[in-house]
Every structure is written in C-alpha cells, then in structure tokens.
C-alpha cells in the first residue's frame, strides 16, 4: 500500500510564514484601516519566527512590515499638517468639491 507522508510545521515555522503574509497585505493592502493591524501582525509573528528554520521568511515579514508602518506614519503627520495648514473645513470641502 501506499505510504502517506504528512509535513508538519512546528509553530516558530508557521508564524514566520504568517509574519511574511501580513506583510504583504500591509504594503500591497487598498485601506489603512486593513494595512495598520497587518503591519503590527507582521511584527509580532516576525519577531518569534526568528527562531525557526524559515528564518527569511520572517525577515521578510519583518521588513514588509516596518516599511508599512514607515509609510502609514508619513501619511498621517502629512495628512495632520495638510489639515493644520489649510484648516479641516477648507481641506474637507476640497475633497467633496470634486
């Protein structure tokens, strides 16, 4: 009879792949409201997935991750001094305007 073979990751495995696939969501993602928690997840499956034999996959994660949150800081301290300048109902009627 035929042998099955059943590959089992061990959870330091499975968190780095997780860490790399909410990274990517939080660079390729439409919204902030999605990309924000996929940056923090990145993170903090990343950081114990450093351990495992897929340790790239966790750097990776890593890395996709701190740019997320690199790019999601600029956009709200630009979008902060955007408001302060032009003041929120001008900024706002810019937007509805169109």
Same mark, same amino acid.
């Given at each position: 009879m035929g042998e099955? %073979? %059943?590959? %089992?990751q061990r959870p330091a495995q499975q968190k780095a792949t997780w860490s790399l696939i909410a990274g990517l969501i939080a660079v390729f993602g439409l919204f902030p409201l999605i990309q924000l928690?996929?940056?923090v997840a990145g993170l903090v499956f990343g950081i114990p997935g450093l351990k495992s034999t897929k340790r790239g996959l966790?750097?990776?994660g890593?890395?996709?991750s701190t740019l997320a949150l690199i790019v999601l800081i600029w956009?709200?301290?630009s979008l902060y001094g955007a408001i302060q300048h032009v003041g929120f109902d001008e900024f706002l009627g810019q937007f509805l305007a169109d």
């Amino acid at each position: 009879m035929g042998e099955e %073979v %059943v590959t %089992v990751q061990r959870p330091a495995q499975q968190k780095a792949t997780w860490s790399l696939i909410a990274g990517l969501i939080a660079v390729f993602g439409l919204f902030p409201l999605i990309q924000l928690p996929a940056a923090v997840a990145g993170l903090v499956f990343g950081i114990p997935g450093l351990k495992s034999t897929k340790r790239g996959l966790a750097i990776a994660g890593i890395a996709l991750s701190t740019l997320a949150l690199i790019v999601l800081i600029w956009l709200a301290v630009s979008l902060y001094g955007a408001i302060q300048h032009v003041g929120f109902d001008e900024f706002l009627g810019q937007f509805l305007a169109d």
